[in-house]
């Protein structure tokens, strides 16, 4: 049964990724920098998106807050994604099982096109049960790729709360086994591999993460690795978000004609009204989740009507009847 933490971690699943549970925990044969990482999962965005096997430069560095990436580096990125290859593997014994993940990727003037292996479509478009969505909102604030590698290693085990893993494996996981001063110096490894992945795991994600050593004499021969969950919290659609915006502002459009009504009951009314929508508007760095828009946006919908409807009274007249004059002292002659 997984353990549970005291997080809530607000995730975007318009801004989410599908993979199944094997390429999740998958190590990929060819080791990959964050940009490559980055690379590879907004491929697979955008085709989960609209089925396009294609995308524009600029979308690619506004979802990562990229300042500057070159065409310089997406053709080295593109060369390194081209060899990738997808494998189901034993982490623990020598078996393994290699796919290519790309049949071509091209490039021309700020486009990405790329098509994927026959093999790999189930992995990002069959998926049915026993998959990973990551949140790229959240997998963007990382600053290492060990950090994405292991998150979503481990929210690939669902239902877990801890895994036992030889130093071996871990460094397989991580692709860096060729890595000398990791295979002899498992302190190098620890500080500036796994407790970098840590650190950025229990910063950013749901996850609260850390880990046990396992020895042989004084030797680090493995790791227990274990971590709790916390609730994720929905963020508030694009749609959601627009259509609250819409409201608001039109509220708030009409805080100069409220001040002017002549039934001062009415304007009472009107400003609080106004001043309740207002406030579902989020400060700076705050945002909507998805049941907060489902709450506002209906009562944003009723504040507008009812203060148009007392503007549109305020705005008629009062008329009173006239009563004909009657002189009952004609009447007495």
């Known amino acids: 049964?997984?353990?549970?933490?005291?997080?809530?971690?607000?995730?975007?699943?318009?801004?989410?990724?599908?993979?199944?549970?094997?390429?999740?925990?998958?190590?990929?044969?060819?080791?990959?920098?964050?940009?490559?990482?980055?690379?590879?999962?907004?491929?697979?965005?955008?085709?989960?998106?609209?089925?396009?096997?294609?995308?524009?430069?600029?979308?690619?560095?506004?979802?990562?807050?990229?300042?500057?990436?070159?065409?310089?580096?997406?053709?080295?990125?593109?060369?390194?994604?081209?060899?990738?290859?997808?494998?189901?593997?034993?982490?623990?014994?020598?078996?393994?099982?290699?796919?290519?993940?790309?049949?071509?990727?091209?490039?021309?003037?700020?486009?990405?096109?790329?098509?994927?292996?026959?093999?790999?479509?189930?992995?990002?478009?069959?998926?049915?049960?026993?998959?990973?969505?990551?949140?790229?909102?959240?997998?963007?604030?990382?600053?290492?790729?060990?950090?994405?590698?292991?998150?979503?290693?481990?929210?690939?085990?669902?239902?877990?709360y801890y895994v036992p893993v030889s130093k071996e494996a871990l460094l397989r996981l991580f692709g860096v086994e060729n890595r000398k001063t990791y295979q002899s110096n498992t302190g190098r490894f620890k500080k500036t591999v796994l407790d970098v992945a840590i650190e950025e795991l229990n910063k950013y994600t749901e996850l609260e993460v850390w880990y046990k050593e396992k020895k042989k004499g004084r030797a680090i021969v493995g790791f227990e690795i274990h971590w709790s969950t916390g609730k994720t919290v929905p963020l508030a659609t694009d749609n959601q978000s627009e259509e609250l915006k819409r409201l608001i502002d039109e509220v708030f459009a009409l805080w100069d004609a409220v001040h002017r009504m002549q039934n001062e009951d009415n304007k009472e009314k009107a400003k609080k009204l106004v001043i309740e929508t207002e406030e579902m508007r989020k400060g700076k760095g705050e945002q909507v989740t998805s049941k907060e828009a489902s709450e506002y946006i209906p009562r944003a919908k009723d504040n507008l009507r009812w203060i148009e409807m007392m503007l549109e009274n305020d705005e008629k007249p009062t008329v009173k009847k006239s009563v004909p004059f009657y002189n009952w002292l004609e009447e007495r002659e």
């Open 1 to 160: 049964m997984a353990r549970e933490n005291d997080k809530k971690q607000l995730v975007s699943y318009e801004n989410g990724i599908k993979k199944s549970n094997d390429f999740s925990m998958a190590k990929l044969s060819h080791g990959l920098t964050l940009n490559q990482m980055q690379l590879l999962a907004f491929a697979i965005f955008s085709t989960q998106q609209d089925g396009q096997t294609g995308f524009i430069k600029a979308d690619f560095e506004r979802k990562f807050d990229l300042k500057r990436y070159l065409t310089k580096d997406a053709k080295i990125d593109a060369q390194r994604l081209l060899d990738l290859k997808f494998s189901i593997e034993d982490l623990e014994n020598d078996y393994f099982e290699y796919w290519n993940v790309f049949q071509s990727i091209k490039y021309d003037k700020g486009e990405f096109r790329f098509k994927w292996t026959d093999d790999m479509i189930p992995h990002i478009l069959e998926l049915k049960d026993h998959y990973v969505t990551t949140d790229l909102t959240i997998t963007s604030q990382f600053k290492s790729s060990f950090s994405w590698t292991l998150y979503e290693y481990l929210k690939a085990r669902y239902g877990a």
